[in-house]
């Protein structure tokens, strides 16, 4: 990930968060942590994307969980869908609780076995 210098614009920055949400996305649904997450969550994950509109599940079962859902999701989507990410991983790692120290610091919570 790209260091920040403090002279980028707003622009620049969000491009750099939206960059950031998708490869979490990314690694959470086709990568190197697709194991993680159940089927059900998953899916809940996919129904944020708006890469093909806002769909249903009947909806994105006819797409047959097309990727391009994913890939072509706005920034928005795509950060809905990586906050999911995030607030999943968190709820496992500290269940009933709001927040963690350690999530909030690294903005991710992975589970001790990876």
């Known amino acids: 990930m790209k260091r920040l210098t403090g002279n980028e614009s707003e ?3 969000l491009a750099m968060m939206s960059q950031s ?5 990314v690694k959470f649904l086709r990568g190197e942590h697709e194991q993680v997450l159940t089927a059900k969550e998953k899916i809940g994950i996919w129904l ?6 806002e769909l249903s599940l009947s909806g994105l079962m006819e ?18 869908m990586a906050q ?11 269940p009933g609780k709001q927040f963690c ?10 589970p001790e076995a990876l």
């Open 11 to 13: 622009a620049e920055v």
């Open 21 to 25: 949400n998708f490869e979490l996305v």
């Open 48 to 53: 944020l994307g708006d890469g093909f509109g």
């Open 63 to 80: 797409t047959e969980m097309d990727w391009s859902h994913i890939r072509d999701s706005s920034p928005a989507a795509q950060s809905a």
């Open 84 to 94: 999911k990410i995030r607030d999943l991983l968190a709820e496992r790692a500290h």
């Open 101 to 110: 120290v350690k999530c909030l610091d690294s903005g991710l919570h992975l």
